[in-house]
């Protein structure tokens, strides 16, 4: 199975600054998917940004882009000019793109952005 | 509906009870899928439909869970002599088809807490 890592439980940042969480998986699979999914105190995951493994380009949304090295198995996800609204719980995500849909969260990061 | 929806928000519940929690996902999302969150860890995968039928329900922890979509729209996981263990937030979510680009970004809905005293 495929597994992911977040090796930083909690990160801050301050207001207008950049932060980089870090994610890094583990597959023997040519094709998948990456994404960044925010979870405030809500409990609703909500979408941050979605990478597809074929492209080379890295995924951009706004104010969050992404760092992909498919070679070394890792996927960071980069916040520009911080925002309060942006404290929640961080996950990275995996999904094959073959047969069997599951996705594969790390344990996330929590984020904390200080005004 | 404009998002996924979960009803209860929270369910306490004794040990040994049977519980179903409910998931009504975006109207036309034909794939859906279940999610336990314990404490302090990611979403753990426990089923995912396509249509009515179960695609592939390898997640589930014990024959104690059990998951029905029986329109294809609306399901229920069902949890049977609950153990304090299964304590957790059950999310669900839901997805246009299961693969093709964008049409497979899951939408999450707000997770129903369930509490085993």
């Known amino acids: 199975a495929q597994t992911v890592t977040q090796s930083q439980p909690e990160m801050s940042v301050q207001e207008a600054e950049t932060v980089t969480l870090s994610c890094t998986y583990d597959t023997s699979e040519s094709d998948y998917y990456l994404f960044w999914y925010k979870q405030p105190p809500s409990r609703q995951m909500i979408l941050v940004i979605r990478?597809?493994?074929?492209?080379?380009q890295n995924a951009t949304e706004n104010r969050f882009s992404v760092n992909f090295q498919k070679a070394a198995k890792s996927f960071s996800l980069k916040i520009s000019d911080s925002q309060l609204g942006d404290a929640a719980m961080y996950f990275c995500a995996y999904r094959s793109a073959g047969t069997g849909n599951q996705f594969y969260f790390g344990t996330g990061t929590s984020l904390t952005v200080i005004p | 509906g404009a998002g996924v929806s979960q009803t209860p928000s929270n369910k306490v519940t004794e040990k040994g009870k049977y519980v179903e929690l409910r998931c009504d996902p975006i109207?036309?999302?034909?794939?859906l899928y279940w999610y336990r969150q314990s404490l302090g860890q990611g979403p753990e995968f426990l089923i995912y439909?396509?249509?009515?039928?179960?695609?592939?329900d390898s997640g589930l922890p014990n024959d104690r869970f059990f998951a029905v979509r029986p329109e294809g729209s609306v399901s229920t996981l069902k949890i049977q002599r609950t153990e304090r263990g299964d304590s957790a937030v059950y999310l669900c979510?839901?997805?246009?088809?299961?693969?093709?680009?964008?049409?497979?970004?899951?939408?999450f809905g707000p997770g129903t807490r369930l509490t085993v005293l």
């Open positions: 439909f396509q249509g009515t039928g179960a695609a592939d």
């Open positions: 109207s036309g999302h034909t794939a």
């Open positions: 990478q597809e493994a074929y492209k080379q």
């Open positions: 979510a839901s997805s246009l088809r299961i693969a093709g680009g964008p049409t497979d970004t899951q939408y």
